[in-house]
């Protein structure tokens, strides 16, 4: 049987009795939810963390906090998944679809700058398969069209840029996400950090109900019950949803949290290791990742061109998983070629992602251990060579 337990051997079952041990409230050392959030901000040095449900709360939160609303446009890029779309949808907002480029798969600054309107008000830069965005040149752009940065950060944990800044702590807000397939996870999850304490606030009020009380900080707010416990005791100044996470999940998260860097090693060993198989291939162009820049491989993601050997996608997978591999992921459809986008937005002119999308490969990355690794190593040989 194979152990599908295996990335939850640190604390995550003492931490898990301690929350029912504490009947769901604060240990000594604070509720689980606080104990995560200070911790994933200590790890990339912010000064805000907020916990929620999921990776698209987290970005709802963050585009509510910027002022996001009906009338506004935010740019993300078109490859990407479709919950960046929904997030904008969410807020009432028009998604704007900004073309990749060829070679990083990232957002491309040059198209970014072409697509600003006077209705822009965010843009939200994803770092695509773990690879990390030019956020220098976003950065830039924004700043000179006064646009709030969100960057989604979901499929990128420690991924690093070339002035070593962390991915996700680059704009205004970084979100990660904690679903099931992501480097650390707690089923479902996502985090946000920010340095700005008013941006701070609004999120966790935004993900939490709306309580008046509530304040940038983690943990409980105390108001004294003479207070509460009162009928004419007010509570809601804005509409609001509850996004919070559930103290088991954060349980969980707190324990993987701590082997953070474990996690991103065993993924960007396996990226290394087709990498090295893949160069000399001329059915593959890996995802570049760029001088000096640090990608922390969620997927390996390579651009499939079969189609000069007269080789077709689903033919090269069949092969591999034939040769024992686990399978090959495609990208998800562009977000304006989704049926629910089609039917009420306006597409996007991104022709590079159209391309990409057809043919990219996403190889997995999530193996326990090197006689795990070795298992898609071989298949990736073996399949490589049937189609030479
Ligand atoms: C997983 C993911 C999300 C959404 O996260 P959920 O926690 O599943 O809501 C958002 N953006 C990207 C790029 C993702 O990969």
Excluded at 237 to 251: G, H, Q, T, V, W
């Amino acid at each position: 049987m194979t152990d599908k337990g295996w990335k939850f051997t640190g604390n995550e079952r003492k931490y898990l009795d301690d929350v029912l041990k504490s009947g769901f409230g604060a240990s000594e050392s604070g509720t689980m939810n606080e104990r995560l959030e200070n911790l994933f901000a200590d790890i990339h040095n912010k000064k805000f963390a907020i916990t929620a449900n999921s990776g698209t709360s987290t970005l709802h939160m963050a585009l509510y906090s910027f002022g996001v609303g009906p009338g506004d446009e935010v740019l993300i890029p078109s490859l990407t998944v479709g919950m960046c779309g929904f997030a904008v949808w969410q807020s009432g907002a028009t998604p704007i679809f900004v073309d990749v480029l060829p070679d990083t798969f990232l957002m491309d600054p040059k198209d970014l700058k072409k697509k600003i309107s006077k209705n822009s008000k965010a843009v939200m830069p994803v770092h695509m398969y773990g690879n990390v965005c030019d956020m220098e040149s976003i950065m830039e752009i924004a700043n000179e069209n006064n646009l709030y940065v969100v960057e989604d950060s979901a499929e990128c944990f420690l991924g690093l840029d070339n002035k070593s800044r962390i991915a996700g702590t680059i704009g205004h807000v970084g979100s990660w996400s904690f679903e099931g397939s992501k480097h650390v996870t707690t089923s479902e999850g996502g985090i946000v950090l920010t340095d700005d304490e008013e941006i701070a606030i609004k999120m966790r009020q935004f993900g939490g109900v709306g309580f008046k009380n509530i304040t940038a900080q983690s943990g409980k707010v105390r108001i004294s019950r003479d207070n509460f416990q009162d009928p004419n005791w007010e509570r809601h100044n804005i509409f609001a949803y509850n996004y919070r996470m559930p103290e088991l999940c954060a349980a969980v998260g707190l324990a993987q949290c701590e082997r953070l860097e474990k996690f991103v090693e065993l993924r960007v060993t396996m990226a290394q290791q087709y990498m090295e198989i893949i160069t000399d291939s001329e059915l593959f162009s890996p995802q570049k990742t760029q001088e000096g820049f640090k990608n922390t491989y969620w997927t390996f993601a390579a651009k499939f061109l079969g189609d000069k050997f007269n080789i077709e996608w689903q033919e090269f997978r069949k092969k591999y998983i034939e040769f024992g591999g686990d399978g090959i992921y495609a990208a998800h459809q562009l977000v304006y070629n989704e049926p629910c986008f089609k039917n009420y937005y306006e597409s996007g002119n991104t022709p590079v992602a159209e391309d990409l999308q057809k043919r990219l490969m996403l190889f997995t990355t999530n193996q326990k251990d090197e006689s795990e690794r070795m298992i898609q190593i071989n298949a990736l040989e073996k399949t490589l060579k049937f189609f030479k």
